[in-house]
């Protein structure tokens, strides 16, 4: 195994793709997201995401069409999603698979199961999820999720993703 110190998946600048660099310069919140497959529980970082207020509340996310997580929450329609705090930004990254992890990603923390996934014992803020749809937009899954279940707490500050970085607030 390389461990990089750079991110193996970025393209040289002259070969990035415009679409990218503009999504990249939206700052967004970090959510890992986690669901039992048929013979493990898989997750996945996932920061291009939304909450619709409603009855019912619903999540909306694009997550990667080729991730084992997706095709664990379209087989098991639940998820968990726990929003990120600084302390976390490791786990973020082996959730998207630019960070090593010894021993697979599920044992870089401890996880408390639940009815919708793992979810961090140090997570503060999560809330589980019912898959209500999924469509294919663009090069991405969008998955429209019924919010089923919340915990949330006060505590710490939230993991931004910023032009393929987590930068921390001022």
């Known amino acids: ?22 999504r990249g310069r939206l700052a967004s919140g970090v959510t890992l997201w986690t669901a039992v497959g048929e013979r493990k529980p898989v997750g996945l970082t996932v920061s291009s995401l939304m909450v619709a207020n409603g009855t019912p509340p ?33 786990l973020a990254g082996v959730f998207a698979g630019t960070d090593p992890a010894p021993g697979g990603p ?21 809330a589980g999820v019912g898959l ?10 969008l998955v429209t999720c019924i919010v089923q279940h919340l915990a949330t707490s006060e505590s710490g500050e ?9 930068p921390r607030l001022a």
Do not use: K
């Not at 939230?158 to 987590?166: A, E, I, V």
């Open 132 to 141: 209500e749809s999924s469509m294919e937009v663009g090069w991405s899954l």
């Open 1 to 22: 195994m390389t461990i990089h110190y750079t991110n193996p998946f970025a393209d040289p600048p002259s070969a990035r793709d415009a679409v990218r660099a503009f």
């Open 58 to 90: 619903r999540v909306l996310a694009l997550v990667d069409p080729l991730a084992d997580f997706t095709d664990a929450l379209l087989v098991s329609r639940r998820a968990a999603v726990t929003i990120l705090d600084n302390a976390q930004v490791r």
């Open 106 to 126: 599920f044992r870089q923390a401890e996880f408390t199961p639940t009815d919708w996934g793992p979810v961090p014992e140090a997570a503060g803020t999560w």
């Open 158 to 166: 939230p993991l931004l993703h910023y032009r393929g970085g987590y």
